[in-house]
């Protein structure tokens, strides 16, 4: 990243695919690091896939806190640096990282004592149940250092810096290729872990990643200068951390309540469709990559531009990047829908997944469209200090209208799996279609109203 570049007076365009475009290489490797341990858990049957699936919204859990975390954090941060405050910046910076410490030992310890719970009501039981365990226990011993890597990588984020974490993704992916294995089956001497390989090969990734982002960050304006007392809890920055975190959090933690309400109803139709939306949604991740770095340059720069005052950028960084993924995802859904049946073979044999997961697809193709005109908008509000759309917004298209609509569609009707397949798409693109009129009462007035 250029050390000329500048939030607040280059070109929007430029900016955003300078910020956007390392963000969303590394976010595609990241997911195909998902990939590959989907693909693995392949090596082991049809149980270890639905298991990793099932093991979804506690992961996921994890994983929300610290992009909820990480997102108020880069808001705040860009919002100081934009407005020239430094100190204020390196003092945020210090307290999220608390913050975060924090959160992962609760999230760690709540996690160990609900997820067995939370896999029985999935219906796990027997030997599928300790499977599920055996991944998730690995990752929550774990999840201080799955948090840290991405709070850290918010004070770089901030500065528009995203290549170190696209470094950090790239090698990532490929640390993980080899540890797979490594761990799976057994080689060089080593038992034998199952899933639990799987699991132990992501956390440490997750270290060595979190290690690399700090040598990036120690270097930069954020940290350079911080003391020790910046260090101690500060009730005040805390709360203002809470206060953006919190709703970010929750919002992201919505996404695995709604993995939870779709494999509710999923798991109506067997362990197959489990392991078939699992797999599907990993394609559909694939598919949305480029799009999300759009996230990551819109929240740096409407915050660091909201920071500087200048709002008449502000409203072209949100409209720029909500056209930007909405071309992409168009040609991205053509992608899905003329590759469904390949896409789902490359992880399995097993001909009722491969239906059950094309025809999701199918629904998929038609949806993609909706979400980066729906996640652009939450992050654009997110760098105005406005996190609570994002929950509201993810209350209701991952609870409250899944549960009517996918019921409605898929019993009443009696649509069956394509009730869910469909529901997801209605859902979602009613979410997109009041979040683009919301973005444009709010972000369009930027400047003239008063601040919440």
């Not at 859904?333 to 003329?338: D, K, M, P, T």
Request: net charge positive; with cysteine; proline share 4%.
């Amino acid at each position: 990243m250029s050390q000329a570049l500048s939030l607040t007076t280059d070109p929007i365009p430029k900016l955003t695919w300078q910020i956007a475009l390392p963000m969303s290489i590394g976010m595609f490797f990241n997911t195909m690091f998902n990939v590959v341990d989907t693909f693995c858990a392949g090596w082991l049957g049809t149980e270890a896939l639905a298991a990793l699936s099932l093991s979804f919204p506690v992961f996921f859990t994890v994983f929300a806190v610290g992009s909820g975390i990480a997102q108020g954090t880069t808001a705040l941060l860009s919002i100081s640096l934009g407005g020239g405050n430094n100190k204020d910046a390196r003092h945020v910076f210090a307290q999220a990282l608390l913050f975060v410490i924090v959160a992962g030992v609760v999230l760690s310890f709540l996690g160990w004592l609900a997820a067995p719970w939370l896999y029985r009501q999935l219906g796990a039981e027997g030997d599928y149940l300790r499977t599920s365990l055996a991944y998730m226990n690995v990752i929550l011993a774990g999840g201080v250092f799955v948090l840290l890597p991405m709070v850290v990588n918010a004070g770089l984020s901030a500065q528009g810096n995203t290549l170190p974490y696209r470094n950090f993704l790239i090698a990532g992916f490929v640390v993980n290729l080899l540890l797979n294995p490594l761990f799976i089956l057994g080689w060089f001497g080593l038992p034998k872990m199952g899933v639990g390989g799987i699991a132990l090969a992501t956390v440490i990734v997750q270290i060595g990643g979190g290690l690399y982002l700090w040598s990036h960050v120690a270097k930069s304006d954020v940290y350079r200068g911080i003391r020790f007392h910046d260090l101690k809890p500060d009730r005040e920055i805390l709360i203002r951390i809470a206060g953006q975190a919190v709703p970010a959090a929750l919002n992201m933690l919505t996404i695995a309540v709604g993995v939870f309400v779709i494999t509710w109803f999923v798991k109506n139709f067997g362990q197959e469709a489990v392991a078939a939306i699992g797999i599907a949604t990993r394609v559909e991740q694939i598919v949305l990559m480029p799009s999300i770095g759009l996230n990551a340059a819109v929240l740096s720069i409407v915050g660091q531009n909201y920071g500087a005052g200048h709002y008449d950028r502000v409203r072209e960084a949100w409209l720029t990047n909500v056209k930007y993924g909405a071309l992409m995802m168009l040609v991205g859904g053509l992608l899905v829908f003329f590759t469904r049946k390949l896409s789902m073979r490359i992880f399995t044999d097993d001909p009722t997944v491969i239906a059950h997961g094309s025809d999701y697809l199918i629904s998929a193709s038609l949806t993609l469209v909706a979400y980066p005109i729906l996640f652009v908008t939450v992050f654009a509000l997110q760098g105005l200090k406005r996190p609570a759309f994002g929950l509201w917004m993810g209350l209701y298209r991952q609870l409250a209208a899944p549960i009517i609509v996918f019921h409605l569609l898929t019993f009443t009707l009696g649509w069956g799996l394509w009730g869910v397949w469909w529901g997801v798409c209605m859902v979602t693109w009613s979410a997109a279609i009041f979040a683009l009129f919301w973005g444009w009462k709010k972000i369009c007035s930027c400047g003239t109203q008063q601040d919440d």
